[in-house]
Every structure is written in C-alpha cells, then in structure tokens.
C-alpha cells in the first residue's frame, strides 16, 4: 500500500511539530512529503527549521497552502528507485519510504530523501525540464544526505550569523535551497547581499557560485541532456549493477602526487568510463567553477543505464564519495565534460 503523506507547517509549528494527511495510493510501500514554506516562520524557532523562502521575522496569518506534487513526477522517482534496488548498494531501497521536498525558487527541482524505517538510506535529486519531462539529476546511497539543517546551523553560528543568545538569524532573513550543479544554501540576511555555503559538507561558497552552464534546463535529447536519465515515454531505463572501486581513495587531498602529473583526456562520457576501467579512480578538477561542482573530488567507479532510445541509448553516471561521510553520489558524466580535467589518482 503506498502512503502519501503531506507536511504542513503553519505559523506556530517548530521545526519537530507539523499536521500530516496520508492518503492511500495504489500498490507499493512509499512515503512522499511535500514540504512548502509560506510567509513567516515563528522568530524563536531555530534555524533547522530553514527551507524553501523560509523567513525568520514575525508571523503572518496566512493559511499553509498544500504543495502540489505532480503524479507523473511520483512515478519517475518510482520507477527509478525500483530500477536502482535490484543492485547493490541500493538493495536497502526495496520497500524504502520517499520525502519529497521542493528545491528553491527558480530550481524546478525536487530532493527526494530516501530511508528505511526511519534510517536515511540515501536520496535523488530530480529536476523539471521545460517540456514538462523530468531528468535525474543526482542520486546517492548513505546516511549524510544534501540539506541537512543541523550541519548549517553549525556553520551559520560558526560565521557569527546567529543572533546572540537566541540562536536564530536576524528577522527577515531568508534560507533557500538551491540546487545546479551541486546543493547550495543561500542565506540571505536583512540588507546584505546574499551567502552560499555548500549543502553537502556546509562550507562557505563565493557568491553565486552556481555554473551559468546549467542555468536552464533544456528539453529531454537535446545536447545536454544526451546520456542523462530522463522521464520520455520514448525512453524506457535499465539500470546496471555500479563499477565501483573498493581501493580508491575517498579524498584527492590524500595524496596530491596528481598536482603534478598531465590531465587526461575525456571528450565523452564514453571516454570517461574508459578512463575509469584503465585506472582504480580519477580525480576531477573544474577550470573556473570548484565552488559549484564541490571538486576537486575523486571519481571511483560508474554506473551505466541503458535505453531502447537510439537517439539516447546509454547513460553514465560517475560515482562520487563525500569525504568525511558514508555517502556515495552518482553524477551524470555528461555534466563534467568539458568543465575541467581529470587526473590519474596516485596508487
């Protein structure tokens, strides 16, 4: 039985305390939230409580309008999870529960937390193209998901952002997610220019550091989105089992031998992937734009999906570890070509 269950938060709820309507829906076992700020947020509440155009300043009266999931939407991130948990290391995604929670304005995106009887089993990232279709844009399996609150809260007080003794921002502060090439917060304060900090480890970004290359999303089989899962009815997906290097090193800072040696070259995904079976791992490194792909970051294996579309027939995504976690992120390989080089890492 599939569950729809709906997060509300009104006015006076905190972070831990929302109104929930489950609906019964078709055949399977799967949770969605949809999680929609409006207007203000209760100024004693903390900063956990930071989502999409979340204020912190003086309540409104204004009613929580139910955020609007499209079923076509619903089925992409179904179908795709029950490709993905026939394969390790996505096993524990069989019977898995989904949170469905909207990206930022301007996003047209969605991160969907995925977890196993309360335990965070891992997430995808989906994005809206303009055609109405929707592309896989990021997936990963482990606990340390992107967007997690209290790894900002922690940052935000590190950078003297809270108010003394209340442990809150300012009121009229606002906290977006964002989501380009890389999870993004933005936390905009009374008066100031905007701050970004990385959504996966929490680190302070450079003002808008999110790549221009990806600003719009194009429609599905254009240029772009050649090698990407997307949600065509042309395209039906198969997912492989994952190529993944259990001798690799999870930090290109270990070892920084690859500083010295020559780039390899990569014009394809294809070539990507050759790359990644003549070595145990690559290291990946943006020309100008670090700060929106997260990198430099090591490159430990691939995934392949293939598709009875001859147009879009394959695509590969390349496996990512998150230093200092237990997370694993698949990235689409078509996204780093042409966006920097790659380097042997050092045996």
């Known amino acids: 039985m599939k569950l729809w269950n709906v997060r509300i938060f009104s006015k006076s709820d905190s972070p831990c305390n929302y109104r929930s309507l489950r609906y019964k829906l078709l055949s399977a076992s799967v949770m969605i939230t949809a999680i929609l700020w409006l207007g203000a947020v209760n100024p004693l509440t903390s900063t956990a409580a930071a989502s999409n155009g979340g204020i912190h300043?003086?309540?409104?009266?204004?009613?929580?309008?139910?955020?609007?999931?499209?079923?076509?939407?619903?089925?992409?991130?179904?179908?795709?999870?029950?490709?993905?948990?026939?394969h390790a290391p996505f096993t524990a995604w069989d019977e898995a529960e989904m949170e469905f929670t909207p990206l930022g304005?301007?996003?047209?995106?969605?991160?969907?937390?995925?977890s196993s009887e309360g335990i965070p089993q891992g997430?995808?990232?989906?994005?809206?193209?303009?055609?109405?279709?929707?592309?896989?844009?990021?997936?990963?399996?482990g606990s340390t998901l992107p967007f997690s609150q209290a790894p900002l809260n922690e940052r935000l007080a590190a950078e003297g952002l809270l108010k003394t003794g209340g442990g809150v921002l300012p009121q009229g502060s606002v906290v977006r997610k964002l989501y380009d090439v890389s999870p993004v917060w933005q936390v905009q304060l009374p008066g100031k220019k905007p701050v970004?900090?990385?959504?996966?480890?929490s680190e302070a970004l450079p003002d808008e550091p999110q790549s221009?290359?990806?600003?719009?999303?194009?429609?599905?089989?254009?240029?772009?989105t050649k090698g990407i899962v997307t949600s065509t009815s042309s395209n039906a997906w198969l997912a492989e089992t994952p190529n993944l290097s259990a001798a690799a090193s999870e930090?290109?800072?270990?070892?920084?031998?690859?500083?010295?040696?020559?780039?390899?070259?990569?014009?394809?995904?294809?070539d990507l992937r050759n790359l990644l079976q003549e070595h145990s791992a690559l290291i990946f490194k943006s020309k100008k734009s670090n700060a929106a792909f997260g990198s430099p970051f090591s490159l430990t294996g691939w995934h392949r999906w293939s598709s009875g579309n001859q147009q879009n027939p394959a695509?590969?995504?390349?496996?990512?570890?998150?230093?200092?976690?237990?997370t694993l992120r698949f990235l689409p390989a078509s996204h780093l070509i042409g966006q920097?080089?790659?380097?042997?890492?050092?045996?």
Request: glycine share 6%.
């Open 315 to 326: 695509a590969i995504y390349v496996s990512v570890p998150l230093r200092d976690s237990d």
């Open 57 to 86: 300043g003086t309540p409104t009266s204004s009613s929580p309008i139910l955020a609007q999931i499209p079923g076509s939407l619903v089925d992409f991130a179904e179908e795709t999870v029950d490709h993905l948990s026939v």
């Open 340 to 347: 920097g080089q790659f380097y042997a890492q050092p045996e």
């Open 212 to 224: 221009s290359r990806i600003k719009a999303l194009p429609t599905p089989l254009s240029a772009a």
């Open 251 to 270: 930090d290109p800072y270990d070892n920084l031998l690859w500083l010295t040696s020559a780039h390899l070259n990569a014009g394809s995904s294809a």
């Open 123 to 141: 997430y995808m990232i989906i994005s809206a193209a303009d055609d109405g279709s929707y592309i896989l844009s990021e997936y990963g399996i």
């Open 105 to 114: 304005p301007g996003t047209h995106g969605w991160l969907i937390t995925i």
């Open 196 to 201: 970004y900090f990385s959504a996966l480890n």
